[in-house]
Every structure is written in structure tokens, then in C-alpha cells.
Nanobody, 122 residues
């Protein structure tokens, strides 16, 4: 069973940085996407940043140039470095692994972390 545990959220003043971490435990042979979603109050969940199976990275237009997603495979950890934060970045951020297999022939599964709150004050 795969578990994702996020950390690093909190309260920050606009313009400041914050780094989120997501530690993955369990066996993952492959996945379609590893990424960060967020859900702001009254808004739909949106993909903030993702790394696809081929290594391509994708960022939401609203965070391009400010957020960077990277991974440390040795630590089974994915990070989201957020710079120049804005009040509109306030949301619960979720780490996710979508379309994961535990082996080459296993079924696909999606995994989500519990979420971490990011609040940006103006």
C-alpha cells in the first residue's frame, strides 16, 4: 500500500517562499503522473505541477516562473518550491501519484496525500 505524507504548509506573507514536501512509502513500479494539486475555497481542484512518466514537467499558467517541482528519488520525496507567493495561492495542496502500478502487470491505482494548508496573507 502506497502512502503519501505532505508537510511544509503554513502561513506566509505575500512575496515569500514556502517549500512543500511529499514523502512516498510503498512500492511503485511506474506511474503516469506525480504531482501537486490544490483546492482553494469555492474553487475546483487544479493541477499545479506534475511530472509525467516520460519526465516532462507541466505547470499551471498561474504558477509558471514561481513554482518548481522536483524529486529526490533516494529519499522517495517530491518537493514543490513556491516562490513569490500570492494571496490567490491560498489553498489546500495535495500530493498525488496517478496511474501507479506496484509491478509491471499490476492494476492501476491513484494515491493522494492528506493535504497541507497554505495560507498567503496580503
Amino acid at each position: 500500500q502506497v502512502q503519501l505524507v505532505e508537510s511544509g504548509g503554513g502561513l506566509v506573507t505575500a512575496g515569500g517562499p514556502l517549500r512543500l514536501s511529499c514523502v512516498a512509502s510503498g512500492s511503485i513500479f511506474s506511474s503516469n503522473l506525480m504531482g501537486w494539486y490544490r483546492r482553494a475555497p469555492g474553487k475546483q481542484r487544479e493541477l499545479v505541477a506534475g511530472i509525467y512518466s516520460g519526465g516532462r514537467k507541466n505547470y499551471a499558467d498561474s504558477v509558471k516562473g514561481r513554482f518548481t517541482m522536483y524529486r529526490d528519488n533516494a529519499k522517495n520525496t517530491v518537493y514543490l518550491q513556491m516562490n513569490s507567493l500570492k494571496p490567490e495561492d491560498t489553498a489546500v495542496y495535495y500530493c498525488t501519484i496517478l496511474g501507479a502500478r506496484s509491478d509491471s502487470r499490476g492494476p492501476l491505482a491513484d494515491y493522494w496525500g492528506q493535504g497541507t494548508q497554505v495560507t498567503v496573507s496580503s
